[in-house]
């Protein structure tokens, strides 16, 4: 990745919390635990998700910078929401976590050198994976699940109005 390509990046991350914020503001809160299928995940479920990752993020970023080459774990993220009872935790009290954490990792990044964008970690998953390719995940996360809220809404009316679903919402699950 080139400069300026990271400064895009960095600036889609540094931006993330205030840009599902205020697509929050969108979609009332009573439908916040609306699903479009059983193991499907409502936008409370999504919001709580968002901000487990960015723990999972903030470590996997620190262990890339300070001990390059070290291992990180992987989750699984559906096992997560249901072991960790997403449906009963608070979308507000996460929401604040995600933006601490996202802000606070935002500061450490955004001044690193640029030989430091070439540290990897590895994932389990994912293989070793440069700062780099942990940026371009990070960064585009919150953009995709903000998409999946709207899909979210989309089907939350719908049903609202006796119509089917939206299908396409199936679309939006992704690896961590």
Not at 80 to 87: D, F, N, T
Not at 117 to 129: A, L, R, V
């Amino acid at each position: 990745m080139n400069s300026e390509e990271r400064q895009a990046k960095l600036s889609l991350y540094g931006m993330a919390y205030d840009h599902l914020a205020s697509a929050l503001k969108n979609y009332p809160e009573d439908m916040w635990d609306f699903k479009t299928g059983p193991e499907r995940w409502s936008i409370r479920e999504i919001i709580v998700h968002i901000t487990d990752s960015e723990a999972n993020s903030y470590i996997r970023c620190r262990r890339a910078i300070a001990e390059p080459g070290a291992a990180v774990m992987a989750y699984d993220e559906d096992q997560w929401a249901r072991g960790l009872s997403y449906q009963d935790q608070d979308p507000r009290a996460a929401l604040e976590l995600f933006k601490h954490l996202r802000r606070m990792t935002y500061s450490l990044v955004k001044g690193l050198p640029e030989s430091a964008w070439s540290n990897t970690i590895d994932h389990p998953e994912n293989g070793i994976m440069t700062l780099d390719d942990w940026l371009v995940v990070y960064a585009n996360h919150v953009p995709e699940h903000i998409y999946q809220i709207q899909a979210t809404h989309d089907a939350w009316l719908a049903a609202k109005r006796g119509q089917p679903g939206n299908p396409a919402e199936s679309l939006f699950r992704h690896i961590q």
